[in-house]
């Protein structure tokens, strides 16, 4: 495997920074995720789910994971990247961090 020195071209579906900085303030928590594919980052920008996506996030996911992806994925997403969407493989990256998300929040139970 080759690696290489050389800055990856990034991707982001021509967004300015500015228009990013307007997604955090109108969802209060959003994110990017990245994806290298080679020379390329791809960056797609999503905000977090509500109620109603996780919900139908979780019916489609009993019989169809990938589907259930894809509702999460069209939900959350603000912009970024369109071959995120469309590649497959850039597309079951994303939906790694997106699951991540739905999982990486810690909580404790404290006796009172």
């Not at 109108?26 to 996506?53: I, L, N, Q, W």
């Not at 990486?104 to 006796?111: A, M, R, T």
């Amino acid at each position: 495997m080759k690696t290489s020195n050389e800055t990856p071209r990034v991707i982001n579906g021509g967004l300015t920074e500015s228009q990013v900085a307007a997604f955090k303030e109108k969802h209060r928590k959003s994110f990017a995720v990245e994806v290298r594919d080679g020379d390329e980052v791809h960056v797609g920008y999503f905000k977090r789910p509500t109620f109603e996506t996780i919900k139908a996030v979780t019916k489609v996911a009993k019989t169809d994971e990938v589907e259930a992806g894809k509702v999460m994925f069209d939900n959350c997403w603000l912009g970024g990247s369109e071959e995120l969407r469309t590649d497959a493989l850039l597309f079951m990256a994303v939906q790694k961090q997106l699951g991540a998300v739905l999982n990486g929040f810690q909580s404790l139970i404290k006796n009172l």
